[in-house]
């Protein structure tokens, strides 16, 4: 079987902001592509770039350089005019349901909105259409007429997750949408989110520093860091055998939720925090905090030489020159299985 | 004895409307050295109940009781303002959540630390400088002199929730409390962060109570755990027996509700429907009964209290319907009990 052609295709994306003092360059040089109705989970740390790529991705930024190809065609330098037939068919959901709803406006004009913009049916069938989506995102049609103070974090996620859905969109893109919601109503919105992926057949772009939340939904997994990816590939193959040291690192930082693994288990703190993106250190970007780096004795390749991406076993691309040795590190071993299967 | 015990602790804070009962009846001990975690989702009560342990719950419409607040003895609640300044810091001190903000933005951070330590013990200038570098040695900053000479602006998160913990640790207190300490930070820092309270906590001896909403952080930090819900505690126990058999249909819930980055979730996450109660308005009974699979008709006509396990009696929980280890594996209640509420 063949791969169907990607519904998203993004090449050597580069997005730099002039600061006054210097050139940050928050996205150096990605590449990634979303096959139709596919989830790709992008995960990294705060500053890693993740939400630049997002906003990058829906052209709420305007790339530095590279492109950004959305079935077929080519976004990156169009302008807000040639824009307008696209911005209908990728939709966004943002992360702090509490900043990212106008609080002076009601649910159903704010779900009604984007139906009206584009012009879509008479006021009747828009009304029809907000009620649908309420019921779709799981809120009681009581809620139509409510502001934004009058809801909770977990409704107020669902009322956003309905305005991204209002216009039937092809690419949904996620940033953290769960970051700011409790445990138990975390849970439901990723639920509700796997649930309208899989019903609509739609394509997730979906951004968190959760790598628990990504297992859950994503299919794909591409784990960036200071502006490049370090690594790609199918979630499993990422999260159980993870192939960059900075992966390793990462989940070897998530805390696991089960003391028979937490007492177990032996953690790799990475040292320091990471460099500013302005100045991004040279050769492979990791390797300041790199503890594979220093396990080997400090390799120069590292410094002088950026990684190109190569095969990784099992699937997906990885960029470190030791890629073959971090499945061998003592320190890389998945932690014991937990008491219960 | 414990070092701190907390008996039927509740915090009423009246308003125009009326009165929310934020912490309702409240008990717990801590030992000395131990860390214990206070878990719970927003509004459950858990970061009330430690700023009543401080004696800073402010105001004149708020209500702070307890039948017992004693640390190392002493009764809190009787103690006048001036006596709870001198022991804030020397007895109890905490770490809040958001570490940028905690800190005086326009202060050296040297000055943030020699405060403290030259308002309760007498030392020179000199001398509370190089303790000052000492506890930063110790809580793992690289370069003490370059931080006790920076303001927070030039710090990242992390580094600041550092100082913040060197702060709290300068007069050696013997109980820790720490608000959400890596919320605001990255899982890698966090785990720096984390690193420093276990390694810290452990050298010094100090007790620990750890507020979070994260039960991975407990996993890896506590021995001993609280769960509360809307203002109560409704399970607590040793840490590796509430997460290896929960009893308590939230607990089961909110383990459940976790997703887990090293396994895949069996069956749905979503384990706990609805949202929790307006602390305003809460339902008769266990508060938890209508978001609850297992509720009889009991639970919505008399609040269970918290009572030991029968075969490990160091686990407590309130439910009238206890989850069977069975049914924590299943997610769902599995007997059809006689009386069970539709």
Same mark, same amino acid.
């Given at each position: 079987?063949?791969?169907?052609?990607? @519904?998203?295709?993004?090449?050597?994306?580069?997005?730099?902001?002039?600061?006054?003092?210097?050139?940050?360059?928050?996205?150096?040089?990605?590449?990634?592509?979303?096959?139709?109705?596919?989830?790709?989970?992008?995960?990294?740390?705060?500053?890693?770039?993740?939400?630049?790529?997002?906003?990058?991705?829906?052209?709420?930024?305007?790339?530095?350089?590279?492109?950004?190809?959305?079935?077929?065609?080519?976004?990156?330098?169009?302008?807000?005019?040639?824009?307008?037939?696209?911005?209908?068919?990728?939709?966004?959901?943002?992360?702090?349901?509490?900043?990212?709803?106008?609080?002076?406006?009601?649910?159903?004009?704010?779900?009604?909105?984007?139906?009206?913009?584009?012009?879509?049916?008479?006021?009747?069938?828009?009304?029809?259409?907000?009620?649908?989506?309420?019921?779709?995102?799981?809120?009681?049609?009581?809620?139509?007429?409510?502001?934004?103070?009058?809801?909770?974090?977990?409704?107020?996620?669902?009322?956003?997750?309905?305005?991204?859905?209002? @216009?039937?969109?092809?690419?949904?893109?996620?940033?953290?949408?769960?970051?700011?919601?409790?445990?138990?109503?975390?849970?439901?919105?990723?639920?509700?989110?796997?649930?309208?992926?899989?019903?609509?057949?739609?394509?997730?772009?979906?951004?968190?520093?959760?790598?628990?939340?990504?297992?859950?939904?994503?299919?794909?997994?591409?784990?960036?860091?200071?502006?490049?990816?370090?690594?790609?590939?199918?979630?499993?193959?990422?999260?159980?055998?993870?192939?960059?040291?900075?992966?390793?690192?990462?989940?070897?930082?998530?805390?696991?939720?089960?003391?028979?693994?937490?007492?177990?288990?032996?953690?790799?703190?990475?040292?320091?925090?990471?460099?500013?993106?302005?100045?991004?250190?040279?050769?492979?970007?990791?390797?300041?905090?790199?503890?594979?780096?220093?396990?080997?004795?400090?390799?120069?390749?590292?410094?002088?030489?950026?990684?190109?991406?190569?095969?990784?076993?099992?699937?997906?691309?990885?960029?470190?020159?030791?890629?073959?040795?971090?499945?061998?590190?003592?320190?890389?071993?998945?932690?014991?299985?937990?008491?219960?299967? | 004895? *414990?070092?701190?015990?907390?008996?039927?602790?509740?915090?009423?804070?009246?308003?125009?409307?009326?009165?929310?009962?934020?912490?309702?009846?409240?008990?717990?001990?801590?030992?000395?050295?131990?860390?214990?975690?206070?878990?719970?989702?927003?509004?459950?009560?858990?970061?009330?109940?430690?700023?009543?342990? !401080?004696?800073?719950?402010?105001?004149?419409?708020?209500?702070?009781?307890?039948?017992?607040?004693?640390?190392?003895?002493?009764?809190?609640?009787?103690?006048?303002?001036?006596?709870?300044?001198?022991?804030?810091?020397?007895?109890?001190?905490?770490?809040?959540?958001?570490?940028?903000?905690?800190?005086? *933005?326009?202060?050296?951070?040297?000055? %943030?630390?020699?405060?403290?330590?030259?308002?309760?013990?007498?030392?020179?200038?000199?001398?509370?400088?190089?303790?000052?570098?000492?506890?930063?040695?110790?809580?793992?900053? *690289?370069?003490?002199?370059?931080?006790?000479?920076?303001?927070?602006?030039?710090?990242?998160?992390? !580094?600041?929730?550092?100082? !913040?913990?060197?702060?709290?640790?300068?007069?050696?207190?013997?109980?820790?409390?720490?608000?959400?300490?890596?919320?605001?930070?990255?899982?890698?820092?966090?785990?720096?962060?984390?690193?420093? !309270?276990?390694?810290?906590?452990?050298?010094?001896?100090?007790?620990?109570?750890?507020?979070?909403?994260?039960?991975?952080?407990?996993?890896?930090?506590? %021995?001993?755990?609280?769960?509360?819900?809307?203002?109560?505690?409704?399970?607590?126990?040793?840490?590796?027996?509430?997460?290896?058999?929960?009893?308590? *249909?939230?607990?089961?819930?909110?383990?459940?509700?976790?997703?887990?980055?090293?396994?895949?979730?069996?069956?749905?996450?979503?384990?706990?429907?609805?949202?929790?109660?307006?602390?305003?308005?809460?339902?008769?009974?266990?508060?938890?009964?209508?978001?609850?699979?297992?509720?009889?008709?009991?639970?919505?006509?008399?609040?269970?209290?918290?009572?030991?396990?029968?075969?490990?009696?160091? %686990?407590?929980?309130?439910?009238?319907?206890?989850?069977?280890?069975?049914?924590?594996?299943?997610?769902?209640?599995?007997?059809?009990?006689?009386?069970?509420?539709?």
């Amino acid at each position: 079987m063949s791969a169907p052609a990607p @519904l998203l295709s993004v090449r050597d994306l580069r997005v730099h902001y002039a600061r006054r003092h210097a050139n940050v360059r928050a996205v150096d040089g990605v590449d990634l592509e979303i096959s139709r109705g596919g989830t790709l989970g992008l995960v990294g740390e705060s500053g890693c770039g993740k939400s630049t790529l997002g906003k990058a991705v829906v052209r709420l930024l305007k790339p530095t350089s590279g492109t950004i190809e959305f079935d077929g065609c080519d976004l990156a330098p169009l302008d807000e005019r040639g824009l307008r037939p696209w911005r209908r068919r990728i939709g966004m959901i943002f992360q702090d349901p509490y900043s990212s709803l106008n609080p002076r406006i009601d649910v159903h004009a704010w779900i009604e909105e984007p139906l009206r913009i584009h012009g879509r049916g008479s006021r009747t069938e828009r009304t029809a259409r907000v009620r649908d989506l309420l019921d779709r995102v799981g809120l009681p049609q009581a809620a139509e007429h409510r502001y934004p103070s009058q809801l909770s974090g977990g409704q107020r996620q669902r009322v956003g997750i309905a305005r991204a859905l209002a @216009l039937d969109p092809d690419l949904l893109v996620a940033d953290e949408p769960t970051s700011a919601l409790d445990v138990s109503i975390q849970a439901q919105v990723l639920e509700l989110l796997a649930e309208i992926q899989r019903d609509l057949e739609l394509t997730l772009l979906f951004i968190s520093h959760d790598l628990g939340a990504v297992r859950q939904v994503a299919g794909e997994i591409a784990v960036m860091y200071l502006g490049r990816m370090c690594e790609l590939g199918p979630a499993r193959r990422v999260l159980d055998r993870p192939a960059h040291p900075y992966t390793v690192a990462l989940l070897s930082a998530a805390p696991v939720p089960d003391p028979a693994v937490e007492a177990g288990r032996e953690r790799i703190v990475l040292r320091g925090d990471p460099p500013s993106p302005a100045a991004p250190p040279s050769g492979c970007r990791f390797h300041s905090r790199c503890w594979l780096r220093e396990s080997l004795d400090d390799p120069e390749i590292c410094v002088t030489t950026d990684p190109p991406p190569v095969p990784a076993a099992g699937g997906g691309t990885v960029r470190c020159h030791f890629h073959d040795r971090v499945a061998g590190a003592p320190l890389a071993q998945p932690p014991p299985p937990g008491g219960h299967a | 004895m *414990p070092l701190l015990e907390v008996e039927n602790l509740a915090v009423r804070f009246r308003n125009r409307t009326g009165v929310v009962p934020a912490v309702n009846g409240v008990s717990f001990t801590v030992d000395a050295g131990e860390t214990v975690g206070l878990v719970g989702e927003s509004g459950s009560g858990k970061s009330v109940t430690s700023l009543a342990l !401080m004696g800073l719950v402010p105001g004149r419409r708020t209500e702070v009781t307890a039948a017992r607040l004693a640390l190392d003895g002493v009764e809190l609640l009787s103690l006048s303002e001036s006596e709870l300044r001198r022991r804030r810091g020397r007895d109890v001190a905490i770490v809040f959540q958001n570490p940028t903000s905690s800190l005086n *933005p326009v202060v050296r951070i040297s000055k %943030q630390i020699t405060e403290a330590l030259q308002a309760h013990e007498k030392l020179t200038r000199a001398a509370a400088r190089s303790r000052a570098a000492e506890l930063l040695a110790d809580v793992g900053i *690289p370069d003490p002199d370059r931080v006790l000479d920076s303001y927070p602006h030039r710090l990242s998160g992390g !580094m600041c929730q550092r100082v !913040m913990i060197a702060i709290a640790l300068a007069l050696k207190p013997k109980l820790l409390i720490a608000d959400e300490p890596t919320t605001a930070l990255d899982v890698t820092i966090q785990a720096q962060v984390l690193e420093v !309270m276990r390694t810290v906590t452990r050298e010094s001896g100090t007790a620990l109570i750890l507020i979070t909403h994260d039960l991975g952080v407990v996993a890896a930090t506590a %021995q001993h755990v609280n769960v509360m819900y809307a203002g109560r505690i409704v399970e607590s126990g040793p840490v590796v027996d509430i997460f290896a058999r929960p009893r308590h *249909p939230y607990t089961v819930g909110l383990l459940r509700s976790i997703a887990r980055p090293d396994r895949d979730a069996a069956g749905t996450l979503a384990a706990i429907p609805g949202q929790p109660p307006d602390p305003t308005a809460l339902p008769p009974g266990c508060p938890f009964t209508p978001r609850c699979a297992w509720r009889l008709d009991r639970c919505s006509a008399e609040e269970p209290q918290l009572t030991p396990d029968e075969e490990r009696p160091d %686990q407590r929980y309130a439910c009238h319907n206890p989850v069977t280890p069975a049914e924590a594996e299943a997610g769902k209640p599995l007997r059809a009990a006689a009386g069970a509420g539709a």
